[in-house]
């Protein structure tokens, strides 16, 4: 049993990158906790542990690290509190533990009803615009938590609270047994901080007369954002890229849904002009000419990519393509065959057609369920594309990635917010998370 003489404070999270900087950091705190309470314990687990740990825990023998532990139970068990975020948080929460809030950019400290927000929209301190923490006011609320039972009680209160409410167990935990059953991704991905995959349509050369949907985007602000990116440092790859492990310090994936011709006449030559790449979802009917099933809503008539177009762009190296099923239909109207058709069926034509492994799909109209995604995984894909907003973690369900929408009139300045992360939690907070 943990007690007020013998407190433990347990760390999780892995001991490299930015995580393993805010870890020693905390460590660095340890001396004026162990002068409030000289019988403390430290617990760090995560791994790798190196000589610059080693030598901490010389320095100071009530820290230990444990390396990577497959089974964190006991350690939650032992905590009198938890620091730690995301995963570790939750975790944390549902054992009903006093946790203190911190992740790779900013410092939120124990979960209270006057910061539960900030902890949501930050991902408890993993997504922030700038960089924040205050390691003395860390050090002063592990103090405050050890000294009062009371105080303990009510954060691990708010936080339990705060997992009921937000964090249905049922949707977060079979998202985390995805996540080790891809112990392919867990090594290399993890790495990501956040992987920005953005959703175009439709690129045209000027404003179209009907445009229900809004789905496009001019060549001339498609130029404009390429230019951005570049200039930002980031590098565009492709889900093959991800698999084969090609993934550079700032990567983004720039995704293309439908197949427009438009695509090949007005995106394929900016992608050769500043080398970089994108991912196109075509249909795997080859019959199909133009976006038919747009039609009956009243959206104009647009050409598909012809099979020649298909093949130059593969052939350059710059363009991946996925699957958006066989006849561009909502899945979940349909019964299991057929949508295994739709899903398996449109796979096996399309690398057919491309020789090559179609890797990824996008849900037609961003549909799918539960069942769905097990029959896209099923089917052989590793990655499967929604049209929901949000950030892409590594750390979540590939079967369920969301996007950042382009829409027609993205300036500058929306762009930049839509590829940082707190724009993407600041719109989760104000409930526009799905458009
Ligand atoms: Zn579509």
């Not at 295994?340 to 996008?362: N, R």
Request: glycine share 6%.
């Amino acid at each position: 049993m943990a007690s007020n003489s013998n407190p433990v404070i347990l760390i999780v999270g892995r001991l490299s990158g930015p995580k393993n900087e805010v870890i020693l950091n905390i460590l660095r705190q340890a001396p004026q906790i162990f002068k409030r309470f000289p019988r403390a314990r430290f617990i760090v687990v995560g791994g790798p542990v190196k000589d610059v740990h080693r030598q901490v825990q010389k320095e100071n023998p009530a820290v230990h690290f444990e390396g990577h532990q497959a089974n964190l139970k006991p350690y939650y068990q032992k905590a009198t509190v938890v620091i730690g975020a995301g995963r570790v948080a939750l975790e944390a929460m549902r054992q009903k533990k006093a946790v203190i809030a911190i992740g790779e950019r900013t410092y939120i400290g124990p979960l209270g009803p006057e910061n539960v927000e900030k902890a949501k929209v930050t991902n408890f301190g993993d997504c922030w615009e700038t960089e924040v923490f205050d390691w003395d006011r860390l050090a002063k609320d592990v103090i405050a938590l050890l000294k009062d039972p009371q105080r303990r009680n009510k954060v691990a209160q708010t936080g339990h609270e705060l997992l009921k409410a937000e964090y249905d167990m049922k949707k977060v935990y079979p998202q985390m047994a995805t996540l080790y059953d891809r112990v392919l991704f867990e090594s290399n991905l993890s790495q990501i901080h956040e992987l920005p995959i953005l959703m175009y349509h439709q690129v045209l050369e000027e404003e179209p007369k009907l445009a229900k949907f809004n789905l496009h985007v001019l060549t001339q602000d498609l130029e404009k954002q390429l230019q951005f990116l570049k200039r930002k440092g980031f590098e565009t790859i492709t889900f093959e890229d991800l698999l084969k492990k090609r993934i550079p310090k700032k990567p983004i994936i720039l995704t293309f849904d439908d197949g427009y011709e438009n695509n090949y006449d007005h995106l394929f030559p900016l992608l050769k002009k500043y080398d970089m790449k994108a991912v196109i979802y075509i249909l795997a009917d080859r019959k199909a000419k133009t976006n038919y099933w747009d039609l009956p809503e009243g959206e104009a008539e647009h050409q598909l990519l012809r099979p020649d177009q298909i093949l130059e762009m593969q052939r350059s190296g710059l363009v991946e393509f996925g699957s958006h099923s066989i006849n561009h239909v909502r899945l979940n109207t349909l019964k299991k065959a057929a949508i295994e058709k739709e899903v398996a069926g449109s796979k096996k034509i399309l690398e057919q057609f491309l020789k090559k492994p179609v890797h990824s799909f996008a849900y037609p109209y961003g549909n799918f369920n539960e069942e769905i995604k097990a029959i896209t995984r099923t089917a052989g894909y590793t990655f499967g594309l929604t049209v929901k907003h949000g950030p892409t973690r590594f750390g979540g369900d590939l079967m369920e990635i969301k996007r950042v929408h382009m829409f027609p009139h993205t300036t500058m300045f929306d762009f930049l917010k839509k590829t940082s992360c707190f724009y993407l939690r600041y719109r989760k907070l104000s409930g526009k998370e799905d458009v």
